[in-house]
């Protein structure tokens, strides 16, 4: 039976780049692993945070469950329906239900598209499809008022994306993101590009939204404490794979993962004396390239707990108590080794 809370699940998704050589006949000499087998589910109404080092795969996953990225096998289900099989039209109107917010609002927004245009495109594009059937003052009514809900009076519905500070940018790309009234939202970095003082208020906007429009957020951040801020539920990854996940208070007062406990680790605290006591961990080496093909455990060349078994096996995503699951041997009874 479908659990009709979950809105989307994410089954071994893989998305691998060929790697080809030669200029006019092309061999294919292997491939990049950028998301190599990850498995999660979202609740309606949670936010889940994807942290990891760059180059992890993070913004591939996103890209794959939206199809703008090839899915080279596995399934992302949204409501049940399969998004990996749905063919050009049934896909552009699934994606009516789930929308991106990008990392730079510099580049992701049409410098000749002034502001009320760009957040009421998608609702032209629609209504022009016969997907939905609003007029053109309908469209204009609505794009304002969601230019307005995102903090720009309609003062600014004819300025250009260069006429704005970073913030404001962001604020267009958002209400955009909610024209066509989405249940899940993938934000890729949404705050990192931006002002630290900036980024608390884009933040709240975001949280008062999911509020109101009742969002549930996949939600890729590098700042732990953004993710912390944000996001009930976090997904550790590490080079293509999830290698831990948790409740957001959960991984971080208690992570199990050595990569984990890494990544916390090297997070500042603002009081020097607790900082004075905490453990370092400092990784060695930097993250490996994605195209080489490993038995083991993908963390196994840099991790200070390696065992034997790491570099022969994979460790499967386990879950070890309550929605704390771990993909490490340090943690699995023998009967998974
Ligand atoms: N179109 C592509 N062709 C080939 N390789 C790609 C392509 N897109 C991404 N990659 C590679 O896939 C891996 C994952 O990239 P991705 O952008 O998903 O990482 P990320 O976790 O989002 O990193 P960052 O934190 O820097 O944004 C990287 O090794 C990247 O170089
Ligand atoms: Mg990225």
Redesign the pocket.
Known sequence: MVDKEILLEVKDLKVHFPIEKGLLIKKNIGSIRAVDGVSFSLRQGESLGLVGE??CG???T?MAISRLERITSGQVLFEGQDLSLMKEQELIRARQNFQIIF?DPYSSLDPRMRALDIVSEPLRIFAKKGIITLDDASIEKKALSLLDRCGLSSTFADRYPHEFSGGQRQRIGIARSLSLGPKLILA??PVSALDVSIQSQILNLLKDLQDEFNLTFLF?AHDLAVVEYFCSRVAVMYLGNIVETASSKTLYEHPLHPYTKALLSAVPIPDPIAGKNRKRTILKGDVPSPSQVRPGCPFADRCPQAMEICTKKRPPLVEISNQHEVACFLYHDQEVL
Do not use: L, V
Request: charged share 30%.
């Open positions: 760059s180059g993070k913004s591939t996103i990392q890729d970095e890729i």
